[in-house]
């Protein structure tokens, strides 16, 4: 009589098991719902904190650790958007300052180029005016300049002139 007591409270205990299967998740309006049943179609598998046997998902542990039902739609919007907006915010700076430096860079290589073209254009004057030129050679002799080294010269100017002075070619 006592093995068939042990039996029948042991058989009782067992069919106990599946009432402890129970399930939980997150509702739409944000609120935790336990039950024994599995939840509706409509809850995303990210909302189900636990199953039955005791299994939990991935963001149990986050959605547990967070308080109020706020929270997981704060986590759900920003996974959504998957826009982190301080990474955004710096890399918006970033490109600000990178344009700045090329804007700037740009002012520059157009004042060089103005000043190359004037130059040039100073030295082809001199150079046409008929005067006669002189130089410092490398020994320190001042030699003066014969016709060809005058139109050595003025083509040189005429290409640093044509270069520097006319349209701006598309740099790459």
Same mark, same amino acid.
């Given at each position: 009589?006592?093995?068939?007591?042990?039996? %029948?409270? !042991?058989?009782? =205990?067992?069919? !106990?098991?599946?009432?402890?299967?129970?399930? /939980?998740? @997150?509702?739409?309006? *944000?609120?935790?719902?336990? &039950?024994?049943?599995?939840?509706?179609?409509? @809850?995303?598998?990210?909302?189900? %904190?636990?199953?039955?046997?005791?299994?939990?998902?991935?963001?149990?542990?986050?959605? =547990?650790?967070? $308080? *109020?039902?706020?929270?997981?739609?704060?986590?759900?919007?920003?996974?959504?958007? *998957?826009?982190?907006?301080?990474?955004?915010?710096? #890399?918006?700076?970033? $490109?600000?300052? $990178? !344009?700045?430096?090329?804007?700037?860079?740009?002012?520059?290589?157009? #004042? !060089?180029?103005? $000043?190359?073209? &004037?130059?040039? #254009? /100073?030295?082809? +004057? +001199?150079? +046409?005016? *008929? /005067?006669?030129?002189?130089?410092?050679?490398?020994?320190?002799?001042?030699?003066?300049?014969?016709?060809?080294?005058?139109?050595?010269?003025?083509?040189?100017?005429?290409?640093?002139?044509?270069?520097?002075?006319?349209?701006?070619?598309?740099?790459?």
């Amino acid at each position: 009589m006592q093995i068939t007591k042990l039996f %029948l409270i !042991a058989a009782i =205990a067992a069919s !106990a098991i599946p009432a402890m299967a129970q399930w /939980q998740w @997150i509702d739409a309006r *944000g609120q935790k719902v336990f &039950s024994d049943r599995a939840p509706p179609v409509d @809850i995303p598998a990210k909302n189900i %904190l636990r199953q039955p046997g005791g299994s939990v998902t991935p963001r149990a542990a986050e959605a =547990a650790s967070s $308080e *109020g039902p706020a929270a997981p739609k704060v986590a759900e919007k920003s996974a959504e958007s *998957g826009v982190d907006k301080g990474l955004e915010e710096q #890399k918006r700076k970033q $490109e600000q300052q $990178e !344009a700045e430096k090329a804007r700037v860079e740009q002012v520059k290589r157009d #004042k !060089a180029r103005q $000043e190359n073209c &004037s130059r040039a #254009k /100073q030295v082809k +004057t +001199t150079l +046409t005016s *008929g /005067q006669l030129l002189s130089h410092v050679n490398a020994k320190g002799e001042r030699s003066f300049m014969d016709d060809s080294a005058r139109e050595a010269e003025l083509k040189r100017a005429d290409a640093v002139i044509a270069a520097e002075c006319g349209p701006l070619q598309p740099t790459q």
